[in-house]
C-alpha cells in the first residue's frame, strides 16, 4: 500500500508538460531517422520487429528508457543525494576502462562493447554523475562558493571527464562538460570569470579572422584609447597603468603565440581545419606536427562536403517544406551521419522554415520549464541538478544546430532527444526524469 500511496502522491506532483515534450521529441526523433532510411517498398514492421536499421533500434532504446524512466520515479529522491558521490566515482571509472576495454568508433576510444551490436559511451552517461556530483557539493552546508577553494572544486568536479574525453579523441563531448560554469555563475560564480572565458573566446575567434600585425594594432589602439579614458585614475594610481599594460602583453601573446601553437601543435589537422572551415579560412595542413607529410590543403574537403550539403538540404526546404518522405537530398543520402549530427536537416527539408520554427519552440518551451521548475525548489540539490539539466540541453541544442548551418564547427554531439543512439537518448531520459523525480519532493530540503 506504501509504494501504491507513494506512486499516487508522485504522479501528481509531477510536472506532465515536460513529459508531454519529452514524449513529443522522442517521436520527433524516431520518425526523423525513419525518414531518414525509408526506401520505396520498404517492410516497415519487418524492420521494426528484427532491429536491424536505426530507426528500429532506436524505437527499441525508447522502450527501455520508459521502463527507466518509470523506475526512477517510483525511486526515492534521496536516493540521488545519497549515491551522487559513488555514482561520480562509477562513471570515473568507466570512463579509465575505455582506455582497457574500449573500442575505436569514427577515431574516438569512448565506447565499451556490450555484445550484439551496442557500445555503451561512458562520457554521455558521466554527464548525469557530474551533475547528481556538483549538485551534492554546493548543496553542502560548509561549502561557501564564494571562496577561490570551493569553486576551483566545483570546477574540478566538472573538468576530469572532460579531461578524459579529450583523452579519448571526444573533443566535443568535452566541450560539452563547460555547461556546468553556466550552473556555478547562477551559484555566485564571479562574473568576471564567465567575462574572462568569453573575451578569451572573441580574442581567438579575431586571431583567426585577420593578420596577425593587424590584430596587433587593434589590441594596442584599444590599449590606448583605455589608458587615455582612464588617465585622471591613473595620475593617483599607478597599479592602473600596470594592470592595462599587463593585460596587452597577454592578449599580443595570445594571439601571437599561443594561438598559432594550439592549432598547429595540440589539434590534429582535421580538428584545426575544422576550425578555420567555420570562419571561412584555409589552415594549411603543412604546419600541424600531427599531420604525415603528403597531407595538403584538400584534407578541409570532407569537413567542407557535409556542412555545404547540410546548407543545401535546410535550404531545399524553403518556407513550408517538400513534404515527410520526400526529401531528396535526405532520400538520396547526400549529408553525411544523418542519423546523428546532421538529423536536423531532415526536419529542415521536410518542414522546412516553418516546421523547423516550431520544432526550435518545442525546445525553447522546454528549456524554460526547466528553468521556471529550477527556480521553485527549496533544495539547493534540487535547484543545481535542474540547472545542470538545462545547460546541457541548451548547449547540446545550440551547437549542434549551429553546427549544421555552418556556424560552429562539426565537433559531433548529437541532438538531443533526437539523433539515433542509446546511450545519448538513455542519457537525456535519466537527466530529465530524475530532475522530475526530484521535483516531485520539491517541498523537501536535500542534501
Not at 548543496?139 to 574540478?156: H, M, N, P, V
Not at 521548475?373 to 540539490?381: H, I, K, V, Y
Amino acid at each position: 500500500m506504501s509504494i501504491q500511496h507513494n506512486s499516487m502522491r508522485v504522479s501528481q506532483k509531477t510536472d506532465t508538460l515536460i513529459i508531454w515534450l519529452y514524449a513529443i521529441l522522442v517521436t520527433i526523433g524516431i520518425c526523423c531517422i525513419f525518414m531518414v532510411e525509408y526506401k520505396p517498398g520498404m517492410n516497415v514492421m519487418q524492420n521494426i520487429l528484427g532491429g536491424t536499421t536505426n530507426f528500429s533500434k532506436q524505437t527499441l532504446f525508447a522502450g527501455v528508457c520508459v521502463i527507466v524512466a518509470t523506475f526512477i520515479m517510483l525511486s526515492d529522491s534521496k536516493l540521488f543525494t545519497a549515491f551522487a558521490n559513488l555514482f561520480y566515482a562509477f562513471g570515473i571509472v568507466l570512463m579509465l576502462a575505455t582506455f582497457v576495454l574500449g573500442k575505436n568508433i569514427n577515431g574516438s576510444k569512448s565506447w565499451i562493447p556490450l555484445g550484439g551490436g551496442f557500445n555503451l559511451q561512458p562520457a554521455e552517461l558521466c554527464k548525469i554523475f557530474v551533475s547528481l556530483a556538483l549538485a551534492k557539493y554546493l548543496s553542502r552546508q560548509e561549502t561557501d562558493f564564494s571562496k577561490l577553494k570551493s569553486q576551483i572544486i566545483g570546477a574540478a568536479i566538472a573538468m576530469v571527464p572532460a579531461i578524459l574525453s579529450i583523452a579519448q579523441q571526444e573533443t566535443g563531448l568535452a566541450l560539452v562538460y563547460s555547461a556546468f560554469f553556466i550552473v556555478m555563475y547562477r551559484e555566485g560564480l564571479p562574473s568576471t570569470i564567465l567575462i574572462t572565458g568569453i573575451s578569451v573566446i572573441i580574442l581567438v575567434v579575431a586571431t583567426l579572422l585577420l593578420e596577425p600585425n593587424t590584430l596587433a594594432i587593434i589590441l594596442t589602439l584599444i590599449a590606448a584609447i583605455i589608458i587615455f579614458i582612464l588617465r585622471r585614475q591613473i595620475k593617483r594610481q599607478k597599479n592602473i597603468l600596470t594592470i592595462i599594460v599587463t593585460l596587452w602583453l597577454v592578449c599580443v601573446s595570445i594571439q601571437r603565440f599561443a594561438v598559432p601553437y594550439f592549432f598547429d601543435n595540440v589539434l590534429k589537422c582535421y580538428q584545426s581545419t575544422r576550425v578555420y572551415s567555420m570562419v571561412g579560412k584555409d589552415y594549411d595542413c603543412t604546419k600541424n606536427k600531427h599531420a604525415s607529410n603528403n597531407t595538403s590543403k584538400a584534407v578541409r574537403k570532407p569537413d567542407d562536403y557535409n556542412v555545404r550539403q547540410s546548407k543545401i538540404a535546410i535550404g531545399s526546404g524553403g518556407v513550408i517544406g517538400k513534404g515527410y518522405l520526400k526529401g531528396t537530398q535526405t532520400r538520396g543520402k547526400y549529408v553525411p551521419e544523418q542519423s546523428t549530427d546532421f538529423i536536423f536537416t531532415s526536419i529542415g527539408e521536410a518542414f522546412g522554415f516553418v516546421g523547423s520554427f516550431i520544432f526550435l519552440l518545442l525546445y525553447l518551451l522546454l528549456l524554460l520549464r526547466i528553468i521556471r521548475l529550477a527556480e521553485r525548489q527549496r533544495s539547493t540539490f534540487s535547484r543545481v541538478y535542474a540547472y545542470s539539466v538545462v545547460s546541457i540541453l541548451f548547449f547540446h541544442i545550440t551547437v549542434n544546430i549551429c553546427m549544421t548551418i555552418g556556424l560552429f564547427p562539426i565537433i559531433g554531439i548529437p541532438l538531443p532527444l533526437i539523433s539515433y543512439g542509446g546511450s545519448s537518448l538513455l542519457t537525456f531520459t535519466i537527466l530529465i526524469f530524475i530532475m522530475l523525480r526530484l521535483d516531485a519532493d520539491r517541498q523537501m530540503v536535500l542534501r
